[in-house]
């Protein structure tokens, strides 16, 4: 028997798995079983669904009957792996994208909520804004530029 | 006849060209980015030109690289599909002067049709209705509140200089106009330093319907019915229908007429679409011309299923210069058909658009139901370009069935890898609203935000449980173990469907 500990945006939940191969999960058991290339038939009773699974364990991607979920699995008993999170900055793009314009100066103060700079990619813009109440001490990026993500594009005070 | 097209895009709408350039014993020529190198459409073409980097100005919107493209690759004509150039004159007048075929209209005509005033008084001329508007000579208070009288209520009193909703006020009656107009003329002096207003007739919870048009060289010109587009988020379209589910027999053969009347004022030929606003239901419905667009739509699939033709076989034989392959008496609807726009974009987090790998693509098959995807499993998502990936096309009977069968398909579309909208497109499709065809522009601004609402990905106790079997599988896989055996008799596979 093992046990494995799965993560579903916030939630977390332990799924353990019985000598007969059922996997159980907050008490109730299923069945599971693959059926074709990263397919599953998860079922319970009269009942199944087919679930498709990819991408590596440290980011599975599932989808079942149209809605999608995106899971971290990790077994249990092990010393857990490190998980780093990615380098947290202020402010940064979210994907690669292009710096269309500056709304704010160093100095300028801002409330929670207000545009501070707009960019685009795939032809939509994408606002970034306050996500407090501050003074922008620096701005790190221009229009024209094209930015990675995880790079801090303005400093917040 | 045309013997090699080059065609100037990418993506789902190049592959769709590049079928019917098959069917029709045409070559076909795709042309790609950086990006693009691997892409779907360059693997299914005949022949493929690399034109520039990945941004799409290096690139698909590079004329002098395309136009080289064309005279490598011996290509005597250029389908420009959607987006990108191809509502750029100078784009048509720059392959014409090369001594190429461009599929689509005349350089004038998509002159004439861009510019939105000059549009607007062709089909004034044409007798095609538009959203009554005037700048009244004079600006006295008596003179603006005549002209609201004339234009009629509910009425939009605005500066004629401004944007952005400045000084714009909604009249409803006699009694609002003067201190309406007084303040509208306050706040456009103060805003724009010019007073002049602008008086328009409110179209209020307007539909967005538009009338598919033909014309070829021999002065034949025809529609194809409407397809109604209400669904849409800043502009952006999410779902298309056909036919409009409140559209009275007698309005659309009226909004038929003045679409091929505004075709033949614009001397158009080829494929093009005329939108309208359609404001109210029935035999009362009023319709006003909103602009043309000079080319193939992406929704054209939906004319395609109800009306049981091919609109991009229709575009490469009027290139040629033969004559439309129908007559007006010949086309009419049969059943419904709806359109859904696959997009890489999380409605979850504001639509952000994604980008990355396809992990897993699975399109539905099944009747009724047809597939124009850009992108196969695998494929790389880039920035650099609109995020549509695919389009689902369904058709059946009725609109409840054709409802009912969209629904089915997007469930069974597996899109893994990065976030989609068809959660997103699922909720529409079974919201109370969509279903009772009570829709309108406005529609996802109302609705948007309960939508987003419905999409659960927190609770799905069945993902957990296939997360945790697809780890186990790799686990043994590691250990050099055989996977859990597949299902040993196929026949275990089948067993009800559960409904959660």
Redesign the interface.
Known sequence: M?A?E?R????I?T?T?NAD?R?V??D?A?V?????D?L????SG????T?????P?DN????????????E?E?LGRSPRARPRSAHHDLSA????TVTRVLVAPGSAVARGDTLLMLE????E?PIRAPRDGVVKAIHCEAGQLVQPGTNLLDLE | MIKRVLIANRGEIALRVIRACRELGIESVAVFSDADRHAPHVLAADRAEHIGGSPAPESYLNIPALLDAARRSGADAVHPGYGFLSERAHFARACVDAGLIFVGPGAEAIERMGSKIGARQLMQQAGVPVVPGETPADQSDAALTASVSNIGFPALIKPSAGGGGIGMKTVRTQGEVLAAVQSARREAQAAFGDGTLYVERLVERPRHVEIQVFADRHGQVVHLFERECSIQRRHQKALEESPCPVLAPVVRQRMGDAAVAAARAAGYVNAGTIEFLLAGEGVDAQFFFLEMNTRLQVEHPVTEAVVGVDLVRAQLLVASGKPLPWSQESLSQRGHAIECRIY??DPT???????GRL??Y?APEGPGIRVDAGVVEGSEVS?????LLAKLIVSAETRATAIERAVAA????????I??N??FL?AILQHPRFVAGEIDTSFLDAEGQALRET????D????????????????RRDRGAP?????ADPF??I????V?
């Open positions: 093992s494995l799965l579903l945006g916030e939630r939940v799924a798995v191969g996997i999960i907050d109730v299923y599971v079983t693959s059926v074709g990263r599953y038939r998860v079922s009269d009942l199944q669904w679930v498709a699974v990819a991408g364990p599975r991607w599932v989808h079942v009957d149209g809605q999608v979920a995106k899971i699995v077994t979210p994907m690669p994208a990619a795939m032809k939509m994408l | 890489a974009e987090a504001g639509f952000l658009p994604q980008a992990l897993m699975r920035v650099f370009y609109d995020p997007l469930r069974q579309y597996v899109v893994l890898g976030r989609t068809i959660p699922l999409i659960g990905s927190e799905m106790p069945m993902a957990g449980f296939a997360a945790a079997a697809a780890h186990l599988d790799d686990q996977p859990a055996p597949a299902a275990d596979t067993g009800t469907w559960g959660r």
